[in-house]
Structures are given as C-alpha cells and as structure tokens.
C-alpha cells in the first residue's frame, strides 16, 4: 500500500546511510550567513550530507519513485556529491552510481567518479565504456565465513540463490507500465534488451544536477579534495547567461542519455528558466512517457531553477525525431 501520508524534505532523508559530514564553505560571508541560517543547510549538516541540494531530490524521487535496488545511475554535475548520496542509498542493494564533474571532489562511499568537462565528447565515451560492462562499480561479491574463521566465495548453489532477487527485479521491469507504453512480448523484449545492450544502453537514471562553474579567482592554494573550491555552488547573477549555459548542458545530457538510457529510464535535469526552456521540453516529450516540471521545497524561491523529471524512456524513437529542431 502507497503511504498517503506527505512527509516534509527533511524527513525523507533520515535513513540514508552512506554519507559523510561536510561544513558548507563559502568566499563570501553573505552567503555563509544565508546557509548558516538555512534549515535545510542545518539538516543537511545533522544528516551527513554533503549539501543541501540532497533534499531536492529525495523529494523528487518521493513523489515519482525513480529508485529502485540494482539500478545503474550517472550522476552529471555531482561535485560535491549529495545527489550521488542519494541515488547511492536508493538503489542499494546491487546499484552502481557513476559521478562526473570538472570539479575535483571526494566522492562519496560507494560512488565511482570521473573527473573531466563533460561536454567532452572524450569524457564522454570513458562514461560509456564505464557504464558498458555491467559489474564495473558494482559492490564487490560478498563472502561468507567457514566454522574455521576462513572466508570463502559463494558455491554455485549459493550464487544461484543470491541472484534470485535480482532476477525479480528485471523480470518486473519488463512488465507492461500502468500507461501501457511497453506492450511487446516477452521475446521481443528479451531481444530488444539484448540490442539495447550491445548499443551501450545499460544505463537507468541520467541525473544532471550541472552548472557551468565560475572561473576560479581565489583558493588556488586549496588542495583537498574533501572540500573542494565553492564556485560550483552559485549562479553568475545574468539570468541570461545562466539560462542560455543550461540549456546547453541540458541539451547534452539529454544527448548522452539518448545514447545511454534503456528503455523505461529516467532523466532528471536542472535548468533556469527562460525563453530556450519549452523547446528542450518538447524534446524530452517525444523521447520519453511523460515529462514534469518540479520546483522542489528545498530549492530557494528566489531562485530561477527548476527541474524537469521526465519518466519512462520510449522504445523506437530515432534521435531525428527527438533533436529535430537543434
């Protein structure tokens, strides 16, 4: 049964269980004071989180439950990691989280990062070749222990029997959605999934939580990666050139998720608003179910970010059919 109960953003982070605490740091005192008096930079600080930004998407992920154990998530933008944090937590047991940013940072336990410009196409194609062999960031196997205190891998018996919820869980993925998009049967979808496979498409969720960064002025002294230089963390005060940046980044996760995402993934993004905003819009109809637009709790009204979360990638869309305006 669905819990009806609404729960606030700082309660849906109570059981997360892989994180590591990290006091905001700031430049300007303005901005300290502001996070200092914050109730989600607070909580976010009690909770072990890396950021406040965590509760953006434990509220997302409450209302539309993208997460699921054993899945595959890229994380794109996860300097300083709260996002990471959280598909980490959500997906676990089995998940793997893979992290990308020009930024670099400590990842969190558990994630798998890669530092470069995303907008790379050769950044790009390492995040491919990653995500295109299945247990490469997976948690290593788990051994038991003798009588004898000696430990050893699992027998085939036991193997069989710890794959078996794993196996559940793709067999419930390929059943027809509530809406009805994927009605092919069960051979097609086992060739479909063979295809999809092949092509690289081995992927689940596409996060993007980027911004292009400030250029750096000051902290070039600052080495340590647990606290990495703040300039990711603000917008540049033109609304114009925030808005026209996110599209772009925007624009080019949605490339690589067409590129990556299996059938049935999901792709969540920020963007500032502004005039470009309904054309990326359009273009995530046509590849995916359905498409929202969130303005969650946690993120500052004075903000001009949102987030669209669109569900459920189609089968059978060509990229001309997605890019056709770009």
Same mark, same amino acid.
Not at 151 to 162: I, K, N, R, S, V
Not at 205 to 215: A, F, G, R, T, Y
Not at 272 to 286: D, F, M, P, S, T
């Given at each position: ?10 309660? @849906? ?10 006091? %905001?740091?700031? %430049?300007?005192?303005? !901005? ?8 989600? %930079? ?20 409450? /209302?539309? /439950? ?8 890229v994380d794109l933008g996860?300097?300083?990691?709260? !996002? ?6 959500? *997906? ?34 390492? &995040? ?14 788990? =051994? ?5 205190? @000696? ?18 869980? #793709? ?11 994927? *009605?092919v049967p069960s051979a097609g979808r086992?060739? =479909? ?9 081995? &992927? ?9 960064? !400030? ?19 603000? *917008? ?40 470009? #905003? ?26 001009? #970010?949102?987030?669209?979360?669109? @569900? ?6 060509? /990229? ?7």
């Amino acid at each position: 049964m669905v819990d009806s109960i609404e729960r606030s953003p700082l309660e @849906l982070c109570s059981s997360l269980s892989h994180a590591s605490i990290r006091h %905001s740091s700031s %430049s300007s005192k303005r !901005w300290q004071t502001r996070a200092g008096n914050d109730k989600f %930079s607070k909580e976010a600080r009690v909770q072990g989180l890396k950021s406040r930004a965590a509760f953006k998407l434990l509220e997302i992920n409450e /209302k539309y /439950k993208l997460f699921k154990s054993g899945q595959t998530v890229v994380d794109l933008g996860y300097a300083p990691g709260s !996002w990471s944090q959280v598909a980490v937590d959500r *997906t676990s047991p089995g998940g793997r989280v893979i992290g990308i940013d020009i930024i670099p940072a400590q990842p969190p336990k558990g994630v798998s990062t890669i530092q470069g410009n995303f907008l790379s196409e050769s950044v790009q194609e390492e &995040v491919r070749n990653f995500v295109r062999d299945p247990q490469r960031g997976r948690p290593k196997q788990q =051994r038991f222990l003798t009588e004898e205190g @000696l430990d050893h891998p699992l027998t085939e018996e036991e193997l069989e029997t710890a794959s078996t919820d794993y196996l559940e869980l #793709e067999r419930r993925a390929e059943l027809p959605t509530k809406d009805g998009e994927d *009605t092919v049967p069960s051979a097609g979808r086992k060739s =479909r999934k063979h295809i999809e496979e092949a092509e690289g498409r081995m &992927v689940d969720i596409v996060l993007s939580d980027m911004c292009e960064p !400030w250029d750096q002025t000051t902290g070039f002294w600052k080495k340590s990666l647990s606290d990495p230089y703040h300039r990711m963390m603000n *917008t540049s005060g033109n609304n114009f050139r925030d808005h026209a940046g996110s599209m772009d980044l925007c624009n080019a996760a949605l490339r690589f998720g067409f590129d990556t995402l299996r059938t049935g993934g999901h792709f969540v993004c920020k963007f500032y608003q502004g005039a470009e #905003e309904k054309a990326l819009e359009k273009r995530l109809k046509a590849l995916f179910g359905k498409v929202h637009r969130e303005k969650p709790e946690s993120s500052r009204s004075e903000s001009k #970010e949102a987030y669209f979360v669109a @569900l459920r990638r189609k089968a059978d869309v060509l /990229k001309g059919e997605v890019f056709i305006d770009a």
